[in-house]
Each structure stands twice: as C-alpha cells, then as structure tokens.
C-alpha cells in the first residue's frame, strides 16, 4: 500500500480546470519531486493533496483511506502536512507559538512534546530563538520556522 495515492485526479479553480488526470504514488520514506513550469499546476497538486482545492473528479488516498472529500483540518490531522510556499508563518506570534500552532489538532497536540524535540535537533537555531516573533527573523530563519511548524505535527 503506497503512503499517498493520486488517481486520475482533475481539479482547477470554478470553470478553469489546471490539474488533467493526473496519477502518482509516493512509497513510506521516499523523497518525490514534482518540477514543472511556473503555472503547471505543482502548487494547485498540493492544494488538493491537503484540501485547499476540491477535486472535481479522481481519488486522493493517504495510508489507504479515501481523503478526497474530507476537509483541510482532518486531513491535517492523519499527518498529511502542507509547507507553504512564501513560509506563511505568524509573524507578530513567537517561534516557539508558531511551532505550537503546527500541532493545532488534538491528535498532534499528544505529541508534540516530542516533535519539538525533534525540530530542535533538526534546527537547533529555533531552541535560540523560542521567544523571538517570527517576523523579526531572516528569510531562512523563517524557512526554518515554516519546516519545523511541519515537523511538529506527524502523528506517532
Ligand atoms: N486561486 C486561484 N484562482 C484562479 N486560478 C489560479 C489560482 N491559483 C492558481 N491559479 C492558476 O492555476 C494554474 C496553476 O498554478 P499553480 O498551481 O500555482 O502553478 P505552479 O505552482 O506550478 O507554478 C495557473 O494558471 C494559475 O494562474
Ligand atoms: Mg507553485
């Protein structure tokens, strides 16, 4: 059984379709790229992974449970995570709120203990900077801040 499964998906934005078809597995523990043009549809392809954007038709399964129609939340809380492009981050909130709010669901908040952990490994920079607001930091401070909100979420 393939962690994410996308089966003949088609989704766009109203009457503008920009996803064809389209089909792709991603095994437990594989790195998958998707590279394309500006304006190929990669973002509008996560977006629907995540359930920013509805598909029109085809199926989307995570750990072999059909998430095509559930909303953003409870996709969220399986542990199928979105790092947005442009980081997104809470910028008048701390880093260490902004890596609280990753784990927002009540499922992720069990382990997010553990997780913080890990993302302090992953970055230590951000333990240094718990209490600093994520505005205030460089572009690749925040980068680090939109990846470890990611990682503070998966669900043991
Ligand atoms: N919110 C939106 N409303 C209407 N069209 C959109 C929206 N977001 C993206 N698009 C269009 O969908 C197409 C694919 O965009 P996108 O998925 O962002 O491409 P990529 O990430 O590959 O650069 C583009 O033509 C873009 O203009
Ligand atoms: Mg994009």
Redesign the pocket.
Known sequence: MSLIAIENLCA???E?G??FDVSMRVEAGEVVS?I????????????ALSGL?RPSSGKITFNGEDITKLPADEIVGRGLIHVP?GRRLFSLMTVFENLEMGAFSKRAQKDFKKNLEDVHNLFPRLKEREKQLAGTLSGGEQQMVAIGRGVSSPIK
């Open positions: 766009g934005y109203g503008i920009v996803l998707i394309g043009a500006n304006g190929a549809g990669k973002s509008s392809l996560l977006k954007i492009e």
